[in-house]
């Protein structure tokens, strides 16, 4: 099994409706992001966690909220889906003092399609 | 802020050497990543460069000048499966870790 694992790995759905992908993870650590990649744009930050009580905005969480249910648990919501959020979204967990240096465990990638 | 510059296609052949650069302009400066990203798939850590110089890891090695804003990944022995997008990342400096992601740039190795 996948140690960052998302849900759904695939959704279509129309504009203004509510979407949420999910996030779990077993690698333990504190960190969690939510990344969304496109063509040609590369891996953009929409919004970071660094422990339950903790949530920061990345460079561009407009149009999206979060919620970090558990060290395990991290979600990102859609509360009002348009086109232009169609994309390729990543979780990812880091833990710096862990002696990896703060590389990201990506998960699988959840990819969400808005009509 | 930050301004991360990497080529977006490459082509090589196998068996042969190709080297990816990547360039950055940054407020505050850490580390440099790279990541590989086979189609479809997530990003797989690669290296990590805090000093200067090169680290080597088997056929991958990855340089970095810190005074130049500079880096490049040095891939060897091509294999058809090398074919994958090779992101470079900057952790700013700082407690904290908000990694910024270059574009990428897609190696197509051929036959």
């Known amino acids: 099994d996948a140690d960052v694992t998302q849900t759904p790995r695939n959704r279509i759905t129309k504009t203004g409706k509510r979407i949420m992908l999910e996030c779990s993870q077993t690698?333990?650590?504190?960190?969690m992001y939510w990344y969304r990649q496109d063509p040609g744009l590369g891996l953009r930050l929409i919004y970071y966690?660094?422990?339950?009580?903790?949530?920061n905005k990345g460079e561009i969480s407009d149009g999206y909220s979060v919620s970090r249910q558990a060290q395990a648990k991290f979600s990102l919501s859609l509360e009002s889906a348009i086109p232009n959020q169609t994309a390729l979204y990543f979780c990812?967990?880091?833990?710096?003092?862990?002696?990896?240096?703060?590389?990201?465990?990506f998960g699988e990638g959840s990819r969400l399609t808005v009509l | 802020g930050q301004n991360i510059d990497q080529p977006t296609e490459m082509t090589a052949t196998e068996g042969a050497i190709v080297q990816i650069n990547c360039t950055y302009q940054t407020s505050g400066f850490n580390g440099l990543f790279w990541y590989q990203q086979h189609a479809g798939e997530a990003p797989t850590f690669l290296s990590y460069?805090?000093?200067?110089g090169l680290e080597e890891k088997g056929r991958f090695s990855s340089f970095l000048s810190r005074s130049k804003g500079y880096s490049y990944l040095l891939l060897k022995e091509l294999q058809m499966k090398d074919s994958a997008s090779y992101l470079c990342a900057v952790s700013p400096s700082g407690g904290y870790q908000k990694v910024t992601f270059g574009t990428g740039t897609k190696l197509q190795v051929i036959p």
């Open positions: 966690s660094f422990d339950v009580k903790d949530i």
């Open positions: 690698k333990g650590h504190d960190r």
């Open positions: 990812a967990t880091s833990d710096p003092d862990s002696g990896s240096r703060g590389e990201l465990f």
């Open positions: 460069n805090v000093l200067d």
